[in-house]
């Protein structure tokens, strides 16, 4: 088992030889980086199967509940979109 932190803009992240397409089982997104949920490279590393867990925004403050809620149903319409399997009662999905 690895464990490998990410931190800073992972736009710039592609699978290669040290990490290859398909060979993530798990990853946690946090809220300030669920964009990346959308992106080619997140699409590409994840095995099928994988665990993708998302930080809702039930912890940030400076939001409002309407702009929480807001958030997290944008990332469940984006889940569902992906055809992920959401996994109650958590942000995790099944890729």
Partial sequence: MQIIPLLGDLSVLKPSSSLPPSS???????????HWMGTETAQALLKPGGLLAVESSKFLVPLSKKERDAFNGKLEDFGAQQNWRRLSPGMCYLI
């Fill in 24 to 34: 993530v089982d798990f990853v946690f997104v946090s809220s300030r980086a669920a």
